[in-house]
Every structure is written in C-alpha cells, then in structure tokens.
C-alpha cells in the first residue's frame, strides 16, 4: 500500500513537471524570446562593471544604461532608456554613431574618440568600444557599447585634438 502512495505521488510529480517543461518550452518558442535572453546576459554582465555601458538598437536607441552610464550623463535610467543616441551627442557625432552601426551590423566592432552631452548640457570626450551581438540567424540583437571619460586627459592636455578620430 505504502509503495503504491508512492508510485502515485512520483506520477503526480512527473505530470507537474511535464506540465512545467510545456510552459517554459511555449515561453522559449515565442517570438523575440532569443533577443530577449541575449539583452538579459548583457545586462547583467553590464551592471556589475564599473564602466559606463549601454546597448543599442540597430537604430541606436537606447535598450540599456547601466549605473555608471547614468552617472556619466547625470540621467536617471528611466530618462535614458528608449531614447535615441541624437538626443545624448551633436549633429556631427551622431552621423559618426550611424556609420559605426553600419559597421556593427556587419559584424565588425571597432574603437573611436567622440563626444556625449550630458543633462546640464557639457560636453564629455569619450572613447568608444562599441561590439556587436548577433542571433544564431546572424541577425543583429544590440550593440553593445563601453565608454572611457577621456575629460580629465583633456583638461590635463595629455590630449589636445577634441576632434571626433577612429582609434
């Protein structure tokens, strides 16, 4: 009698789990999921760097800031998040930005000095080590981009051309 019980609570247990292993693999199938998963393992590698980062869309909106992003741009998250790089940079940068997506989409990462704008409106000189993440289709999931201050270099005049270069 004791066995059976048994028996009948592993089987109760086998059809939970099956059950479960059905909604995860409905979850897993559903579209986006793959893009969503890639961003997930970005952010978290993300928000444990002290270094500013962001991922970008092929559109160079803003998918993610991690904390030291915001505290470079004096944003909060949520001011940042959706927003298009234009409104972060000028003109001249930003067609910069669009040619380095170009690049991104076509698999090829790269390094370059420009310049972000932060909330009271002063320019910040940056390097840029922008890489790109691709889906298993070798479609094109985010860019993501890691930032280096290079302010107080200029200011010390370590470097004196404030002029946007590829690295």
């Keep these: 009698m004791q066995e059976k019980k048994k028996n009948n ?8 789990l099956k059950a479960e292993i059905e909604k995860l693999k409905l979850y897993v199938s559903l579209p986006g999921y793959e893009k969503r ?6 952010k978290r590698f ?3 760097s002290l270094s500013p980062i962001i991922l970008t869309d092929e559109n160079e ?9 915001c505290k470079l741009l004096d944003h909060p998250v949520e001011e940042l998040i959706k927003k298009n ?21 076509k698999g090829i990462a790269g390094m370059y000095k420009s ?6 409106g002063t320019e910040i000189n940056v390097q840029l080590s922008a890489s790109p993440a691709f889906n298993d289709d070798g479609k094109l999931i985010c ?10 270099f200029y200011s010390k005049g370590v470097i004196t051309s404030q002029k946007s270069e590829k690295l």
């Excluded at 310049?115 to 009271?120: C, D, F, P, T, W």
């Design 9 to 16: 609570q592993i089987k109760a247990k086998n059809r939970k």
């Design 37 to 42: 998963a890639i961003i997930e393992v970005y």
């Design 46 to 48: 993300a928000s444990n």
């Design 61 to 69: 909106n803003i998918l993610y800031a991690n904390s030291a992003f």
């Design 85 to 105: 790089l234009c409104q972060f940079t000028n003109r001249v940068e930003f067609s910069t930005y669009q040619v380095n997506t170009c690049l991104r989409k």
């Design 115 to 120: 310049i972000l704008i932060n909330k009271s």
């Design 143 to 152: 860019i993501m981009t890691i930032c280096t201050d290079l302010t107080p």
